[in-house]
């Protein structure tokens, strides 16, 4: 949620500096500066005790391999990052471009998205427990590729605004869900199962950016958009295929 909180702050600052195409450099500027400032507290982090284990990986690798909600919990991640990321770095530039909304007001459209997920990761515990991890996930998954959906077709920049505030709160229980999952699933060798699910999420990431980019460079940025669609519908088979396999699990 605070990662959530900061993500909604930062696309009103880069608008508030952002008055003209002579000013893109300023936000860039701000973000050095933030940077900056948060490399200061580095140091700090030093004489914080490592807690933790010494054992190594490999003596778990063999465990974590050969469960299939581990791999599938891999692809979830992979494909959660690679939409969340493709839209937060594209969205601006969809509106922009395909929707004709001016540029100032264009960049605030990512925190609005971030305001979904800070509302839904905020509100997530509340439904979680009562729902259960799975069919939580289905369910808010399936918010956000209906918003997204409905963020395509509509063409009032309010309206839009709305619908990507849904999709955002449908993307915000994904990743600690399905982190949740692996912990509760996974007896030993978490760490290294935990290592593995975020080396997929910046791969999904890294793939997300890449191909919306060039799909919008190729055939129009709704292309790169629909890419991202594609990528929430295929999150909604890997989670059925998750809850397929503890029900087998169970039954078994």
């Known amino acids: ?10 696309p009103l600052i880069v608008a508030a500096f952002l008055v003209d195409y002579n000013s893109w450099w300023k936000p860039f500027f701000v973000a050095l500066f933030g940077g900056a400032f948060l490399v200061a507290f580095a140091p700090l982090l030093f004489r914080i005790p490592f807690v933790g284990s010494n054992q190594k990986a490999t003596h778990f690798k063999k465990e974590v ?21 493709g839209f937060t770095s594209w969205l601006s530039s969809f509106v922009f471009e395909t929707k004709g909304i001016e540029m100032r007001y264009a960049s605030v459209f990512p925190a609005l998205l971030w305001t979904g997920i800070f509302i839904g990761r905020l509100l997530a515990g509340f439904f979680v427990d009562r ?28 309206t839009i605004g709305i619908a990507v505030v849904f999709a955002g709160f449908g993307f915000s229980g994904t990743f600690p869900t399905l982190q949740a999952i692996l912990i509760s699933t996974m007896k030993d060798g978490i760490g290294f199962a935990i290592g593995m ?38 999150e909604i088979v890997v989670v059925l295929l998750i809850i397929r396999l503890k029900a087998v699990v169970k039954d078994a």
């Open 1 to 10: 949620s605070l990662f959530a909180l900061g993500s909604i702050i930062s």
């Open 131 to 158: 729902l259960g991890y799975e069919l939580s996930l289905l369910f808010m998954v399936s918010i956000a590729f209906v918003s997204f959906g409905a963020a395509l077709l509509l063409s009032s920049p309010v």
């Open 197 to 234: 699910f975020t080396v997929a999420a910046s791969i999904g990431g890294a793939i997300s950016n890449f191909f919306v980019g060039f799909l919008g460079h190729q055939f129009g940025m709704m292309a790169g958009v629909l890419f991202i669609m594609f990528l929430i519908f295929l």
């Open 65 to 85: 391999f050969s469960k299939k909600v581990f791999w599938l919990i891999l692809a979830g991640v992979l494909l959660y990052v690679g939409y969340e990321i």
